[in-house]
């Protein structure tokens, strides 16, 4: 099971992009990453998700360098909605191990 | 579509109740789950079901007691409950096994749950 390491808070002025780390050193060959956000008082709910390089849809982006080792999680011109906690998961592909959410990255996004 | 439901929001226990959370979801997932999220903590994984009659132990799941009669519905049981379980309660479904990351899991809205 690849574990997981990202910073535990992170604070951004609206407007500004952010970009979260993950590391994961021992993502296996078939593992994907995916990324959760969880606002305050809700379920988690899936935001994006890549195998390499580059992915992107409404909410985020997701680069991925060529080993695979790390992700980084960008999010466009933040607002105070975007206020969040944000979970990095890398997955064993054979189903086999339950996955890890961690503790996240806690995103506060201030006026 | 509701999604995936859960009742009651929240409830207050005292030590030694027993009560059952609701879980129910109408999109047709095989795999359901239960997770606990304390304070400053991530969601730790209680136990999951593979689909009807089919379920198996999480990471933390002494103490709690699961069935699966049906797709829609995945009852989480407390039978003595203990102040150590007061925590916010997730139910969770999904297409495919919630142990891969690539299957997207869709989570209720929790159950705030306090054992005095």
């Known amino acids: 099971l690849a574990k997981t390491t990202q910073p535990i808070s992170m604070d951004s002025y609206e407007g500004q992009e952010v970009n979260i780390t993950c590391s994961h050193n021992n993502i296996a060959t078939n593992d994907y990453i995916t990324w959760y956000q969880q606002f305050p008082s809700q379920g988690p709910r899936f935001i994006i998700q890549?195998?390499?390089t580059k992915v992107t849809n409404e909410v985020a982006s997701l680069f991925i360098p060529a080993d695979r080792k790390s992700s980084t999680l960008s999010l466009p011109r933040v607002s105070l909605s975007d206020t969040a906690v944000y979970y990095c998961?890398?997955?064993?592909?054979?189903?086999?191990?339950?996955?890890?959410f961690g503790k996240g990255t806690r995103l506060s996004v201030i006026a | 579509n509701a999604g995936v439901t859960q009742t009651p929001k929240f409830q207050v226990l005292k030590t030694g109740q027993s009560m059952t959370l609701q879980c129910a979801q109408d999109m047709n997932h095989e795999y359901m789950s239960w997770y606990r999220q304390d304070p400053g903590m991530g969601l730790r994984l209680i136990h999951y079901?593979?689909?009807?009659?089919?379920?198996d132990q999480g990471e933390v799941p002494n103490g709690y007691n699961v069935s699966r009669s049906t797709t829609e519905d995945f009852p989480l049981r407390l039978l003595s409950a203990a102040p150590s379980q007061t925590s916010v309660y997730f139910c969770a479904s999904s297409y495919g096994t919630p142990h891969a990351s690539y299957n997207e899991q869709f989570f209720g809205p929790g159950t705030r749950l306090t054992v005095l």
């Open positions: 079901s593979v689909g009807a009659g089919i379920t």
């Open positions: 890549g195998y390499k």
């Open positions: 998961l890398v997955g064993d592909n054979s189903g086999n191990t339950p996955l890890v």
